[in-house]
């Protein structure tokens, strides 16, 4: 059964960078067909896919972020992690690692959630 495990950074001053890791269980992360995902909720709104990286060590960004995310795996170590530069208090948030398979957006693993707070 194949786990994701995430950091857990906690709370991130305003125009910091955000770091976040995904370490995976089972598997490798270059197994074909999966995509590996950053997906965030904050408090009272929807869920907002934020990138995948992919098997193929491609990666893809949600428009309204791409200018400040960057997606980056570590194969020797099974990982993925999620870097959100310059961050507002808009940026406080649950953030979700997940895998999709097939496709980015077919999530069948999640990880276990990690609250980000920005504040000063």
């Known amino acids: 059964h194949v786990t994701l495990q995430q950091s857990c950074p906690g709370l991130v001053k305003p125009s910091q960078t955000l770091s976040l890791t995904c370490t995976v269980s089972?598997?490798?992360?270059?197994?074909?067909?999966?995509?590996w995902s950053w997906i965030r909720q904050p408090p009272g709104k929807e869920p907002e896919w934020i990138g995948y990286?992919?098997?193929?060590?491609?990666?893809y960004y949600s428009p309204s972020l791409k200018s400040r995310t960057s997606i980056s795996r570590d194969t020797s170590k099974n990982q993925f992690t999620l870097q959100l530069k310059s961050v507002t208090p808009e940026d406080t948030a649950v953030y979700y690692c997940?895998?999709?398979?097939?496709?980015?957006?077919?999530?069948?693993?999640w990880g276990q959630g990690t609250q980000v707070t920005v504040s000063s």
């Open positions: 997940a895998r999709g398979l097939g496709g980015p957006l077919t999530f069948d693993n």
């Open positions: 089972v598997g490798s992360i270059t197994t074909n067909y999966y995509y």
């Open positions: 990286a992919a098997y193929s060590g491609s990666t």
